[in-house]
């Protein structure tokens, strides 16, 4: 199965710095959905994207559907360090998602 | 308390033996799917269900098996046949509506020896 490029695969960050991530596919899709992920738990939601183009927002993070449907990207301002996680992509076209390899974030102490 | 509950978190077996994972939800959602996760690694899909008494094969189904009995239960059977059945096993669910959100359920380790 197709799987999403995503990138960086890893971060490391300070905090109080914004962060920037973004997916790529060679397929279009209808939705975009933004997760972050804790170790040995499930993916939490953050953000759906359903509109080419559209911009949502969540507390401070920030992500947009890219205009040509094939790439969506995340954005963490002013990071803290709660926000350290996997975060995946996942596009979704019919039935099912397909999702990103994940970027890893990390902040320095 | 609303939600997807998997269960066990942890479950340990001997290589041989078949062994199902539970994923139960109130959500009253149509649509429930059951992904691998590896280390180091994203989603992937094994099987889904839209509707009860009906699902589908995902992307590694080869050795894994489902039934959907009640729209509340997704059962996923880890058989000796898939080779390398040690990972981590996620169940999430949907509306089933098309461009709905999924949710996830906590995830059960599964280790294999």
């Known amino acids: 199965g197709q799987q999403l490029n995503q990138s960086p695969q890893s971060m490391f960050i300070q905090e109080g710095e914004d962060v920037s991530m973004n997916c790529t596919s060679s397929s279009i899709f209808n939705t975009w959905l933004w997760y972050k992920q804790d170790p040995g738990e499930g993916p939490v939601l953050l953000i759906a994207?359903?509109?080419?183009?559209e911009l949502t927002s969540n507390g401070r993070l920030t992500a947009q559907f890219g205009i040509t449907r094939k790439d969506s990207f995340l954005n963490i301002s002013a990071s803290i360090p709660s926000d350290v996680g996997i975060y995946f992509c996942?596009?979704?076209?019919?039935?099912?998602?397909?999702f990103g390899t994940g970027t890893r974030l990390t902040i320095i102490p | 308390d609303g939600g997807i509950t998997q269960s066990p978190k942890y479950l340990f077996r001997k290589e041989g033996q078949n062994v199902t994972l539970s994923c139960e939800q109130n959500?009253?959602?149509?649509?429930m799917y059951w992904y691998r996760q590896d280390p180091g690694q994203g989603l992937r899909l094994i099987y889904y269900?839209?509707?009860?008494?009906?699902?589908q094969k995902g992307d590694i189904a080869e050795g894994y098996s489902v039934s959907r009995e009640k729209k509340e239960s997704f059962p996923l059977t880890v058989t000796s046949a898939q080779k390398n059945p040690t990972a981590f096993y996620l169940c999430a669910t949907d509306a089933g509506t098309g461009g709905s959100k999924q949710y996830f359920g906590p995830g059960t380790r599964l280790t294999v020896t």
């Open positions: 996942a596009g979704q076209f019919g039935e099912k998602l397909t």
């Open positions: 269900s839209q509707i009860v008494n009906d699902f």
């Open positions: 959500l009253n959602h149509d649509a």
């Open positions: 994207l359903y509109k080419a183009g």
